[in-house]
């Protein structure tokens, strides 16, 4: 746990609905409050917000969303402009509250994009808070099952940490940012509203992901094939079981399988990381889905696993946005930061596939891609990457 210089309270453990109420109603007093979630996503398939850490003048506070019937009180709050919500790290938080509940946020300030900004490079918040306070923080409960109920007193105050200091730690990155100038203040504010925006994507099961698999690439046609059925085999018995997919077999193991194909439990057994349990329980479904792959069409071409793939451009368009990150790449080195606060992926891609394609910053404005400080700071790089 951490090894403060001072007596801290003891945290309040919100888990009722009229404590929530009561709770939302003096956070709407706040000028600011600190914000982070705990989520059970290393133990379930379908993931879920398991507990919320809020820290404010009033003091640290965990609210129990399994216990609380309803979020909504909190909603006018994220959504309050007045109220700066402070996050180190935001993406996952965000997302995780969006697919909980009809949840907006405004006014995010992110610890982690300002230490990206200063050109930091331990971006985590043990490092900041060690860095900034000299506290250390004891990560050995960071992969908890929050799920499980009731949480232990250490789970408590281990969580309790992660907000406690977020609110005097932004104080002291916001000033250091405006310290290190204008552009620094200006893509900090860009990227945090950006991270407001968030929306959650839908997440479905892609059975073709198989090929983004370490070593996939190697395997022969046959193999491949195999793998294939054994990833979907995977995934089927995961949401059966609820539990994440490597719980039910790891990568490895499925590549050995497909590699080897045996034909039967004895041989199973033999293939490492197959324990005698394992084969027990999973040996009839690994041996189907190889029966499975053996009538059906080898896999000559891998599917694509980039990113880019997906992405809707043509081959023309796609080199320009290799130009792009090429130039991005050279424009974060330059001003040694985070490429992704030059400028964020999809911009990169929607610029990519602008047409006409724009020949001067006017156009480049008027593309609504790009905040006008970015179009001046940037333009004449982005331009040339374009033509």
Same mark, same amino acid.
């Given at each position: 746990m951490p090894a403060p210089s001072r007596a801290f309270a003891a945290p309040v453990y919100v888990d009722t609905d009229d404590a929530l109420a009561t709770l939302a109603q003096r956070l709407l007093g706040e000028r600011a409050i600190a914000v982070d979630t705990e989520s059970n996503s290393l133990y379930a398939y379908r993931e879920r917000l398991c507990l919320i850490q809020i820290s404010s003048s009033h003091g640290d506070v965990l609210v129990d969303p399994m216990a609380v019937t309803d979020l909504s009180p909190l909603v006018p709050v994220f959504a309050d402009p007045g109220i700066v919500k402070v996050f180190h790290d935001a993406e996952y938080d965000i997302l995780t509250f969006k697919r909980t509940s009809a949840f907006e946020f405004a006014s995010i300030f992110d610890t982690k994009v300002a230490a990206m900004s200063l050109g930091r490079q331990n971006l985590g918040?043990?490092?900041?808070?060690?860095?900034? /306070?000299?506290?250390?923080?004891?990560?050995?409960?960071?992969?908890?099952?929050w799920g499980c109920r009731p949480l232990t007193q250490e789970q408590k105050e281990?969580?309790? /940490?992660?907000?406690?200091?977020?609110l005097e730690l932004a104080r002291e990155l916001r000033g250091a940012v405006v310290e290190a100038g204008q552009i620094h203040v200006l893509e900090v504010a860009s990227e945090c509203r950006r991270l407001a925006s968030l929306v959650p994507a839908p997440r479905p099961f892609d059975p073709d992901a198989y090929a983004s698999l370490r070593g996939a690439e190697h395997l022969d046609p046959v193999a491949s094939r195999r793998l294939r059925e054994l990833f979907v085999m995977r995934e089927r018995i995961a949401a059966d079981r609820d539990v994440p997919p490597f719980k039910i077999v790891g990568n490895d193991v499925l590549m050995e399988v497909a590699r080897i194909a045996p034909r039967d439990?004895?041989?199973?057994?033999?293939?490492?990381?197959?324990?005698?349990?394992?084969?027990?329980?999973?040996?009839?479904?690994l041996l189907e889905a190889l029966r499975r792959a053996a009538r059906l069409r080898p896999i000559a071409v891998l599917p694509r696993a980039d990113a880019e793939a997906d992405s809707g451009l043509s081959p023309t368009q796609r080199k320009t946005y290799e130009r792009l990150r090429g130039w991005r790449k050279g424009a974060?080195?330059?001003?040694?930061?985070?490429?992704?606060?030059?400028?964020?992926?999809?911009?990169?891609?929607?610029?990519?596939?602008?047409?006409?394609?724009?020949?001067?910053?006017?156009?480049?404005l008027a593309t609504g891609l790009l905040e006008p400080w970015r179009v001046e700071h940037y333009g004449d790089g982005i331009l040339a990457a374009l033509t």
């Open positions: 918040l043990a490092a900041a808070l060690a860095e900034h /306070f000299g506290v250390q923080l004891d990560k050995r409960l960071q992969r908890s099952d281990y969580a309790r /940490f992660d907000t406690h200091y977020l439990a004895t041989a199973l057994a033999a293939i490492a990381g197959l324990s005698p349990k394992l084969v027990d329980r999973l040996g009839r479904s974060a080195a330059a001003r040694k930061v985070d490429a992704s606060l030059v400028l964020a992926r999809p911009v990169l891609l929607s610029l990519a596939a602008v047409r006409p394609t724009p020949r001067d910053r006017d156009a480049l």
